[in-house]
């Protein structure tokens, strides 16, 4: 048994109608009547009138069918409100210093509809259906489980060895690196007489070294030409034809 009830021309916006009547959806009539009774809205009042008439309009029925109905067993089965009428529906409000406001008068249409029977077991087949699908999939899907476990562990094993191997290959190549040139170096290090601070005759000779090195670097034989050769052998003659008279006397 079903039965409808409307109120028509509610002043008040659909949206705040809206928020009191999803509140009430698909609940028992005596559960929504609390409801309405301890909200705090505006549209609460007119939602519950509409109740009732709904609730009256489904004992009228159930009496002309001589169909037997407990009211506390009814439920609301669907409930939407509409938008009013709102054109031509603008007014002006009195405002300070003389100005005015204009304002937009909103009004709803409010549907409900109560019916005895038991609400539809499409969720309970739902969740049935569900329940069997994946019941279905637990068993089909436990060998899928395995071999996919199965090719995820021999696929990590394989990475797990590949990355070793690298860092073997890696650990090779910088070992022979640093060999190499620890070689090199080896090759290349000329080993210089060490010189003791304490020896004055070791000091000497290494700075007399030192002198001879820099001359030699400073006068390079091969660089010179041979007029620059020959360039002071006219004075080595006379000295020598003078130190020869000397000794003769």
């Known amino acids: 048994m079903e039965a409808l009830a409307k109120i028509r021309h509610l002043k008040g916006s659909p949206r705040k109608a809206r928020l009191v009547i999803d509140l009430i959806r698909g609940r028992n009539v005596s559960q929504a009547l609390a409801i309405l009774k301890f909200t705090d809205k505006r549209a609460a009042d007119p939602i519950a009138k509409?109740?009732?008439?709904?609730?009256a309009n489904a004992t009228f029925l159930a009496e002309k069918q001589n169909i037997a109905i407990d009211p506390d067993d009814l439920f609301v089965k669907t409930c939407f409100v509409d938008m009013g009428a709102?054109?031509?529906?603008?007014?002006?409000?009195?405002?300070?210093?003389?100005r005015a406001f204009r304002e937009q008068r909103?009004?709803?249409?409010?549907?409900?509809?109560?019916?005895?029977?038991?609400?539809?077991?499409?969720?309970?087949?739902?969740?049935?259906?569900?329940a069997r699908l994946a019941a279905g999939r637990k068993t089909d899907g436990g060998e899928r489980k395995s071999k996919t476990s199965v090719k995820g562990t021999a696929k990590a094993d394989g990475v797990v060895e590949e990355k070793k191997t690298k860092n073997a290959s890696t650990k090779e190549n910088k070992k022979s690196k640093d060999?190499?040139?620890?070689?090199?170096?080896?090759?290349?290090?000329?080993?210089?007489?060490?010189?003791?601070?304490?020896?004055?005759?070791a000091v000497m000779e290494g700075t007399d070294r030192k002198a001879?090195?820099?001359?030699?670097?400073?006068?390079?034989?091969?660089?010179?030409?041979?007029?620059?050769?020959?360039?002071?052998?006219?004075?080595?003659?006379?000295?020598?034809?003078?130190?020869?008279?000397?000794?003769?006397?």
């Open 86 to 98: 709102h054109k031509n529906r603008r007014r002006m409000r009195p405002a300070p210093q003389g």
């Open 50 to 55: 509409t109740l009732r008439s709904a609730i």
């Open 212 to 249: 001879t090195a820099e001359a030699s670097d400073v006068k390079n034989v091969q660089s010179q030409t041979e007029a620059e050769r020959n360039e002071t052998a006219p004075a080595d003659e006379a000295q020598l034809d003078a130190n020869e008279q000397l000794e003769r006397q």
């Open 106 to 130: 909103h009004y709803c249409h409010i549907t409900i509809m109560v019916s005895s029977d038991l609400p539809e077991a499409k969720d309970d087949d739902k969740s049935k259906k569900k």
């Open 179 to 201: 060999k190499a040139k620890a070689e090199n170096v080896d090759e290349n290090l000329t080993v210089e007489p060490t010189i003791l601070i304490n020896d004055p005759v």
